[in-house]
Nanobody
Framework: VQLQASGGGLVQPGGSLTLSCVVSGRMFSSGSMAWFRQRPGEEREFVAG????????AYADSVKGRFAITNDNAKNTVYLRMNGLLPEDTAVYYC?????????????????WGQGTQVTVSS
């Protein structure tokens, strides 16, 4: 299983980006998906997650109301729509997938990871 993340870049404060994560090597019809991020010198932190089939969406308090996680089953792709970006959102963003249906999402519970995509919010 391989995850290919893309969509990062440089954006001004208040701007928007959509990250994509294409999953190859296996079709997922269940399990969990998530996005994490990591700033230099800090630990990887949870950003957003859900069941692959939906119904258990969760967001970090810092991104609630601004970010949205979705997926396209037919394309085996996970998305993270980010609106109202702030300088503190600057980080490397990672997508993650597991075959298990999780109620809490921590990095150690995810088996498959994308390579990360850099998001920089700056004027």
């Amino acid at each position: 299983v391989q995850l290919q993340a893309s969509g990062g870049g440089l954006v001004q404060p208040g701007g928007s980006l959509t990250l994509s994560c294409v999953v190859s090597g296996r079709m997922f019809s269940s399990g969990s998906m998530a996005w994490f991020r990591q700033r230099p010198g800090e630990e990887r932190e949870f950003v957003a997650g859900d069941l692959w089939t939906g119904g258990n969406t969760a967001y970090a308090d810092s991104v609630k109301g601004r970010f949205a996680i979705t997926n396209d089953n037919a394309k085996n792709t996970v998305y993270l729509r980010m609106n109202g970006l702030l300088p503190e959102d600057t980080a490397v963003y990672y997508c993650a997938i597991t075959a298990f249906s999780l109620t809490t999402m921590t990095p150690d519970l995810f088996r498959y990871w994308g390579q990360g995509t850099q998001v920089t919010v700056s004027s």
